[in-house]
């Protein structure tokens, strides 16, 4: 029985110095000096530790969707506590004012913390793919390092992130294209960036009027809550881009279908 190899890179027959896309079916035109480059640059190779890390990081998405979900709770109870500030005087309490304060902290601390550990485990992963032996040399035009300082570049940082994953999704695969997945992800979370912005802009400040406050705390809470929706897409979006990188990857470090026996 032939047993079924999944599409891939694997060693060219033909060649032992390179790489050769097999589809699944029959090796394809598509090939890759990875071996040289690998022998030339030095270009470490990627270990389960990558897909360990990878799937952590899904883990820590999941666990940032349902931070947004809270946060859309913590500002539906917001806006109705603003509405009820100008409406329904009598319903407006000292405890209940605290308790959602103390809600916003929590949730805001937990958001800084979610932050820090998604963006460290994501900058981490992307740039261990992008300098590994796993990418088709030619499909790289920036070096790693971008991987990591691309995002602390003001302006650039509007770009280049997204140029890095688009690099590391596209040279984990053979046909050198861009997908339409990674510009989604990534404009949906420019847009939870500037959306979350706007709505820290839009509270209440010393210098708003008393008969102000409320109307302005309740805009303010509204745009934060559509900015969670916002970063519920984009955590699944991200969750979707990590899964298809790294299925390629995993794809490459197949045996060759050279080797495959009839039993």
């Known amino acids: ?3 079924q190899i999944p599409a891939g890179w694997y060693p060219d027959p033909q060649s032992p110095t390179r790489s050769r896309w097999y589809d699944g079916t029959q090796w394809t035109q598509h090939t890759s000096d990875r071996s040289a480059a690998r022998g030339s640059a030095g270009r470490p190779p990627l270990g389960q530790g990558w897909f360990l890390l990878g ?10 969707i349902l931070l947004n979900a809270l946060t859309m709770w913590w500002a539906q109870r917001m806006t109705t506590f603003a509405h009820d500030i100008e409406d329904h005087p009598a319903r407006v309490t000292m405890t209940r004012a605290t308790e959602l304060d103390r809600l916003g902290s929590v949730v805001s601390l937990s958001g800084i913390a979610a932050v820090l550990v998604v963006g460290v485990l994501f900058i981490t992963w992307l740039f261990l793919a992008h300098r590994s032996d796993a990418m088709n040399p030619a499909e790289l035009h ?3 390092g971008w991987a990591i300082g691309g995002w602390f570049v ?3 940082n509007l770009v280049r992130p997204y140029q890095m994953v688009q690099e590391v999704q596209r040279a984990s695969r053979p046909g050198g294209t861009n997908h339409p997945l990674v510009l989604a992800w990534w404009l949906t979370f420019l847009t939870t960036y500037f959306a979350e912005r706007i709505a820290s802009a839009s509270l209440p400040t010393d210098a708003t009027a008393d008969a102000d406050v409320a109307a302005a705390m309740a805009n303010a809470v509204t745009v934060e809550w559509y900015a969670q929706i ?3 897409v984009a955590a699944v979006l991200a969750i ?3 899964r298809r990188v790294a ?5 490459s470090s197949q045996p060759s279908p050279a080797q495959v026996t009839t039993q």
């Open 247 to 251: 299925g390629a990857v995993r794809r």
């Open 154 to 156: 003001p302006f650039l």
């Open 240 to 242: 979707l881009v990590v």
């Open 1 to 3: 029985m032939t047993q």
């Open 55 to 64: 799937r952590s990081l899904q883990f820590f998405f999941v666990g940032v």
């Open 142 to 144: 920036h070096a790693s």
């Open 230 to 232: 916002l970063g519920i």
